[in-house]
């Protein structure tokens, strides 16, 4: 079993920066594909950002490509999204999630989850 805890969520304005972290314990997460997801009242939770093992490989959702970027540290067990040039359109609860397999960014793929961290960006 993997558990993760996300932090690093708050209020911030539109143009402004944020760095998700995602810590897991119980598991090493060497050996997950993890991603980061979003769900904003009203809406299907959807696919914000995913990476393989290694790292070697990466997805982004559109809407965010070239100002978010995820990354990992497996010595330390965590994953992070970091979130710049945010946009009101970008407020949602974001979610960390571990795979089983080496990259995905099929939200159904994904078996372990944290409780989500709020994002709320200002205009």
């Known amino acids: 079993q993997v558990q993760l805890v996300e932090s690093g969520g708050g209020l911030v304005q539109a143009g402004g920066s944020l760095r998700l972290s995602c810590a897991a314990s119980?598991?090493?997460?060497?050996?997950?594909?993890m991603g980061w997801f979003r769900q904003a009242p009203g809406k299907e939770r959807e696919v914000v950002a995913a990476v393989s093992w290694g790292a070697g490989r990466t997805y982004y959702e559109d809407s965010v490509k070239g100002r978010f970027t995820i990354s990992r540290d497996n010595a330390r067990n965590t994953v992070y999204l970091q979130m710049n040039s945010l946009r009101p359109e970008d407020t949602a609860v974001y979610l960390c999630?571990?795979?089983?397999?080496?990259?995905?960014?099929?939200?159904?793929?994904?078996?372990?989850w944290g409780q989500g961290t709020q994002v709320t960006v200002s205009s």
């Open positions: 999630a571990a795979a089983s397999t080496y990259y995905t960014s099929k939200t159904s793929d994904y078996a372990y």
């Open positions: 119980g598991r090493s997460l060497s050996t997950y594909s």
